[in-house]
């Protein structure tokens, strides 16, 4: 059984900063990319930043200059770095992990969520 458990959200005010977490456990096969996705209320879930198995990254233009994200591979581990947090950055904050195996082919997994609250 896979299972992916974020830390690190909580509230700040805005200017300062939060660093998440994801670990990935189980049978999880060979990860791919890892990302972070978001999602405001009444809004649609949107990706955040994108870590490829390589190291390349993506990431979404409003959090451009701000957010860093990286990986650590040999712990099944991937961090979102938020910097300069403004209050439009309020959401739950889900943490997504790509992987493959013989069994099951490509698959998704995502975490429960972790909330993020800026204050202005």
């Known amino acids: 059984q896979v299972q992916l458990v974020e830390s690190g959200g909580g509230l700040v005010q805005a200017g300062g900063s939060l660093r998440l977490s994801c670990v990935a456990s189980?049978?999880?096969?060979?990860?791919?990319?890892m990302g972070w996705y978001r999602q405001a209320p009444g809004k649609q879930r949107v990706q955040v930043a994108l870590i490829s198995e390589l190291g390349n990254t993506n990431y979404l233009d409003s959090v451009k200059g701000r957010f860093t994200i990286s990986r650590d591979n040999a712990k099944n581990t991937v961090y979102l770095q938020m910097n300069s947090l403004k209050a439009e950055d309020t959401a739950v904050y889900y943490c997504?992990?790509?992987?493959?195996?013989?069994?099951?082919?490509?698959?998704?997994?995502w975490g429960q969520g972790t909330q993020v609250t800026v204050s202005s």
């Open positions: 189980g049978s999880i096969g060979s990860i791919t990319a």
């Open positions: 997504n992990v790509d992987s493959f195996s013989r069994g099951l082919g490509y698959t998704a997994y």
